[in-house]
């Protein structure tokens, strides 16, 4: 159980262009999401907590109006890069607790590369 | 503000040996800590999780610690195997929200067979 799809797994597109990542949760339902960044051989930054009905929780420093979060049901979750640019090209993952507990473990899908040209 | 320290370079070991990696913490006081293990191009999977009030943690040949006194966490594999060589992240809440996980930079570990 606890299983957590992320699609697309790679996706290259054009500079100015936006791009959609998908986040479900398979077979369990989650009120939270969270979406991590990663750069090569760096650690998992943190860029918002998606929720379910209500509007996305953003870190200090990353723009919403560029990375539009969209959860619009208990299992759907989706990340919208915004007029990309080369400097957004990183992996971005998703995330889902299956209990609604403080220390329940996070579910990872297995990320989105995203490559700007 | 809030630190999570784990060993840059990676470790590299003889199969069959104990790998022990390292997780440091400044500026906080987390009640749990988490491990997880990524491989490349994959999304985390979560390991163990030990709170603030329990000294050690195990899970088959995996082993973790917590010192609170200390601020770390050593994460052990015995015996490791060839299939062990990964990312090795070590997590904490974060100080505005226990909701949210915050991620150490993690050790690459890597098993010679």
């Known amino acids: 159980g606890a299983v957590v799809s992320q699609h697309p797994s790679r996706v290259i597109c054009k500079s100015g262009t936006s791009v959609k990542i998908e986040c479900r949760s398979l077979d369990f339902q989650a009120t939270t999401m969270f979406w991590y960044r990663q750069f090569p051989k760096k650690s998992l930054m943190l860029m918002a907590t998606?929720?379910?009905?209500?509007?996305?929780?953003?870190e200090q420093g990353v723009e919403k109006d560029k990375f539009l979060i969209n959860h619009a049901s208990l299992t759907l979750s989706t990340l919208t890069v915004t007029s990309a640019h080369p400097e957004d090209s990183s992996f971005y993952i998703c995330?889902?607790?299956?209990?609604?507990?403080?220390?329940?473990?996070?579910?990872f899908g297995n990320g989105t590369r995203l490559t700007v040209t | 503000s809030q630190k999570i320290e784990q060993n840059s370079e990676a470790l590299n070991i003889q199969e069959g040996k104990t790998a022990t990696l390292t997780c440091n913490y400044t500026n906080y006081s987390p009640a749990y800590l988490q491990w997880y293990r990524q491989d490349p191009g994959r999304g985390p999977v979560f390991l163990l999780l030990i709170r603030e009030n329990e000294k050690e943690k195990r899970k088959e040949r995996l082993k973790v610690t917590f010192d609170t006194t200390l601020k770390q966490s050593l994460f052990h594999i015995t015996a490791s195997q060839p299939a062990d060589s990964a990312t090795y992240l070590c997590?904490?809440?974060?100080?505005?929200?226990?909701?949210?996980?915050?991620f150490g930079s993690g050790t690459r570990l890597l098993v010679r067979p």
């Open positions: 995330s889902a607790r299956l209990h609604d507990s403080y220390n329940s473990p996070l579910h």
């Open positions: 998606s929720n379910e009905g209500s509007k996305a929780t953003y």
């Open positions: 997590a904490l809440a974060g100080m505005d929200s226990s909701y949210k996980l915050i």
